[in-house]
Each structure stands twice: as structure tokens, then as C-alpha cells.
Nanobody, 113 residues
């Protein structure tokens, strides 16, 4: 069955970086457009970034220039490099195939001094 498993979250200080990973299995990963979505405490879901199968990326304005999405189709893995992290980036981060409705369980990122 389809599985999406995020990892790489943790506690960092403002200005630091983290790289999230999402290991995919159970489907032909390279064919699907993959997304990163986050949910901050007490708030709704926020779409962050999309990457097409060919690697073309798209970003929400809130993270453009700080976050970089990428994928390794040979490793069936999606990445999100997050730089210059801010306290308002604190959230649970999910990878998702929005078209098919598959979501991972998320990884928590906390940005705090």
C-alpha cells in the first residue's frame, strides 16, 4: 500500500536550517507531483511547495527564497531544505500527493530560542 514517511524534524534556533525527508513507497513515485504542507499549532493547513515529476518546483510566497523542494526518483524520496528558519515556521510538516489524497503522518519542526 501507499506509504509516505516524513523524517528530519526537530528543535532548532531561529536562523538555523533543517532538511526534511519523505520516503515514499507503494506507488510509482516519479510519476506523481509531490507537495509539502504544514500545520502550525492552532492553525489550518498551509500549502508550501510542489514539485513535478520532472523536478519543476513551485513555492508559496511565505517560503520562497528560504525553502527548497527536491526529489530523488531513484530513492523514492522527497526533500525540503529549510533555511533561515523563523519561530513562525513551527509546525507539523507533511508530505502529500494531493491529487491522490495520500499524506504522511508528519514531522514536527519547532523553531525557538
Amino acid at each position: 500500500q501507499v506509504q509516505l514517511v516524513e523524517s528530519g524534524g526537530g528543535l532548532v534556533h531561529p536562523g538555523e536550517s533543517l532538511r526534511l525527508s519523505c520516503a515514499a513507497s507503494g506507488f510509482i513515485f516519479s510519476r506523481f507531483w509531490m507537495n509539502w504542507v504544514r500545520q502550525a499549532p492552532g492553525k489550518g493547513l498551509e500549502w508550501l511547495s510542489l514539485i513535478k515529476g520532472d523536478g519543476t518546483p513551485y513555492y508559496a510566497d511565505s517560503v520562497k527564497g528560504r525553502f527548497t523542494i527536491s526529489r530523488d526518483n531513484l530513492k523514492n524520496t522527497l526533500y525540503l531544505q529549510m533555511n533561515s528558519l523563523k519561530p513562525e515556521d513551527t509546525a507539523v510538516y507533511y508530505c502529500a500527493d494531493l491529487g491522490s489524497g495520500y499524506w504522511g503522518k508528519g514531522t514536527l519542526v519547532t523553531v525557538s530560542s
